[in-house]
């Protein structure tokens, strides 16, 4: 079949035509559970209603206006996100990547005001994560992604994780930050404990670095507090967020203490479609859920319903998983055979996961799952298992799949007689 899209992604022969909740629906109605979430983005689940409404509001009134005027949502937004953690100020774009690209300039612009424009390099880690831009390519320094590219942007050097002599050889009079994830994801969910990130800060105030995190992927209420590095008592200079913070919605945001933003004077960095007045209500809505505090000890206690779930897994399937990783609503198992076969067998199942690299297959259902979906989800990893034991392949759901005859004729409102969650 001859495919007009560039075939950059290998590509699953499945579509939905609408979601509601932890659940997406084939055009024929058939369901699924998901527990991949667009890959951590659908914080809220699909077609959350109150992010339905805000959005649908801010439709009919502007859409984009430029940067070259106030954005009063905007503003509101970086506000609300300011109070809400270390930063005092935001810078928003449209994608995580982006977010990065921000952050990694900011920090050489940081050295570069200061007097310092030779301290231009960032050390990051084995096994990021940080975007697909050339320069974020070379932050992520994973050679598959590399390849064919041409030379590297200049300016990274990355080390081990809690390597810490090859650290200390790898910070120079040219280093301007250390960038990593509390959790690396796409990396396999390898937790920085609070107490390696705590040494970190310290060899940035030790060497005048600042310390960048990128919460792209655990921000926003994943693992049960607003940003995983409040896990810790560290305060880091830079953070960026994207993914969770548009719930479905393309955003990326860039935070920052006034200290670390200071070398960015006007003119120095911009962006076209970033905190458009979409976006921004979008933003508003995700953080009108999110930042309650009631929600988030729901996603504490999601978190540990998963985590008891999948250890349990780990224990009776210990011939096939190796382990547990991640946290709250960010969770994986560690398999000991290949993570995208497992991944192929859990969608056989009608449960939708996403592999990561180190055999892992994440788990980040939307941040407003039920419990029940909860135990739904168990349910079917464990059928999983059983047919990865017995070395079957791509075997029938048991259950015939339930239809749902009428199809919504427009939109994301389910059929009245699909088969929703209680
Ligand atoms: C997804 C991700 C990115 C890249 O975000 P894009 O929106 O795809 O550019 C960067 N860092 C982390 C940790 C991520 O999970």
Not at 288 to 306: A, Y
Request: overall charge positive; charged content about 20%; some cysteine.
């Amino acid at each position: 079949m001859s495919d007009p899209l560039l075939q950059v992604f290998k590509r699953i022969d499945l579509s939905f035509a609408f979601g509601k909740g932890s659940w997406l629906y084939t055009q024929d109605g058939v369901r699924y559970l998901d527990f991949a979430s667009g890959i951590a983005v659908n914080s809220l689940g699909h077609s959350h209603p109150h992010l339905v409404k805000a959005v649908k509001a801010q439709l009919g009134k502007l859409w984009h206006t430029s940067n070259l005027v106030r954005i009063p949502e905007g503003e509101r937004l970086a506000k609300r996100l300011a109070d809400a953690s270390f930063a005092d100020v935001a810078f928003f774009a449209n994608s995580g990547g982006e977010a990065n690209e921000a952050a990694v300039k900011m920090a050489r612009r940081f050295h570069s005001a200061a007097g310092s424009p030779e301290r231009y390099r960032i050390i990051t880690f084995a096994g990021a994560f940080h975007g697909r831009s050339l320069a974020m390519i070379s932050a992520t320094g994973y050679e598959p992604y590399l390849d064919g590219f041409g030379p590297p942007v200049d300016g990274f050097d990355q080390v081990s994780l809690e390597d810490w002599s090859a650290l200390d050889r790898a910070i120079t009079s040219q280093t301007a930050a250390i960038m990593l994830e509390p959790i690396q994801g796409e990396g396999g969910l390898r937790h920085v404990a609070p107490e390696t990130l705590r040494r970190l800060r310290a060899l940035c105030d030790a060497h005048g670095l600042l310390l960048i995190l990128d919460e792209i992927q655990t921000g926003v209420g994943r693992t049960g507090k607003f940003f995983a590095h409040e896990w810790s008592d560290v305060e880091p200079d830079i953070v960026t967020v994207a993914k969770g913070i548009g719930g479905g919605f393309p955003m990326g945001v860039c935070l920052a203490t006034h200290r670390a933003a200071s070398g960015m004077a006007a003119g120095t960095h911009g962006t076209t479609f970033g905190g458009n007045p979409l976006a921004m209500s979008a933003g508003n809505a995700v953080l009108d859920i999110v930042l309650d505090r009631t929600f988030l000890d729901r996603v504490l206690t999601m978190g540990q319903m998963l985590s008891e779930g999948l250890h349990r897994i780990a224990r009776n399937y210990d011939d096939v998983v190796a382990g547990v990783r991640g946290m709250g609503l960010l969770q994986g198992l560690q398999m000991r055979t290949n993570a995208a076969a497992f991944v192929d067998l859990l969608r056989s199942q009608h449960l939708l996961a996403v592999p990561a690299r180190d055999n892992v297959v994440r788990f980040a259902p939307p941040l407003t799952v039920l419990p029940g979906e909860i135990t739904q989800a168990m349910r079917r990893i464990e059928i999983a298992a059983n047919l990865l034991r017995d070395g079957k392949r791509h075997p029938p759901r048991k259950r015939p799949a339930r239809k749902s005859p009428v199809m919504p004729r427009e939109g994301c409102a389910p059929p009245a007689n699909a088969e929703l969650p209680a």
